[in-house]
């Protein structure tokens, strides 16, 4: 089976500190996302890859960064935590629809809240 | 822009009932839809994918159907179960347009309850 692996279930932060968010996948797959899912707002994309070293912005990257140094690692980056990032954080992954279905994988996520 | 509607947003049957669960979407140049459940303060599990050249996968007590052509698709559970419990969430993919270029969206869910 498929383990998408979040490092966090809960953090607390508080508002200006850096938070790192880690996701480790197992199979190999090209492609990671990092969404945060809000009530009312539903799941929105913050960033994606599609290769080591390759990120794409999604619908709300503002406020955040990544980085993929590694295949099966994507870590999300709060710069400097603000209290409208308070969210649950899941991580997903998929091969490149080119190769399979493009069947997406999540995490546990990550409860993060910021004081 | 796609947009994917559920409807209702919550649902309550008795334990045993069968029901099924909509999703609808305004864009039909789609490459796959996913069912996926989410139970509170968890991640999502992929329950079923459709790819766009079916109209229906089974896995189970879970039956689901896609019609392109009417931008719908179903979830039908069958026996419903307490354990059941749970959001469903339907998500789908645009036909890629080049490389890594793939991105879903998604419904807002429909919470469901299932009474004992």
């Known amino acids: 089976d498929v383990k998408v692996t979040q490092s966090s279930r809960y953090l607390v932060k508080r508002t200006g500190e850096k938070v790192f968010l880690e996701c480790v996948q197992d199979?190999?797959?090209?492609?990671m996302f990092w969404y945060r899912q809000d009530p009312g707002l539903g799941l929105r994309l913050i960033y994606f890859?599609?290769?080591?070293?390759?990120?794409e912005k999604g619908d709300i990257p503002e406020g955040y960064s990544v980085s993929r140094e590694k295949k099966e690692r994507f870590s999300l980056i709060l710069e400097s935590a603000s209290t409208n990032q308070t969210s649950m954080y899941l991580c997903?992954?998929?091969?490149?629809?080119?190769?399979?279905?493009?069947?997406?994988?999540f995490g546990e996520g990550s409860r993060l809240t910021v004081l | 822009k796609q947009e994917v509607t559920q409807i209702p947003a919550a649902l309550s049957v008795p334990e045993g009932e069968n029901l099924v669960l909509n999703c609808s979407f305004t864009?039909?140049?789609?490459?796959?839809l996913q069912w996926f459940r989410q139970d509170p303060g968890k991640g999502l599990t992929s329950l079923l994918l459709?790819?766009?050249?079916?109209r229906e996968q089974t896995s189970g007590r879970l039956n689901a159907s896609l019609d392109k052509s009417s931008g719908r698709s179903t979830l039908y559970i069958a026996a419903s179960q307490p354990g059941d419990s749970a959001t469903y969430l339907c998500?789908?993919?645009?036909?890629?347009?080049?490389?890594?270029?793939?991105?879903?969206?998604f419904g807002t869910g429909t919470r469901l309850t299932i009474i004992p």
């Open positions: 997903a992954s998929s091969l490149w629809p080119g190769l399979n279905t493009g069947e997406l994988f």
């Open positions: 199979m190999d797959h090209e492609n």
């Open positions: 890859s599609y290769d080591v070293k390759m990120k």
């Open positions: 864009d039909s140049a789609i490459y796959n």
């Open positions: 459709i790819q766009s050249s079916q």
């Open positions: 998500a789908v993919i645009r036909r890629p347009t080049n490389f890594g270029n793939e991105k879903l969206t």
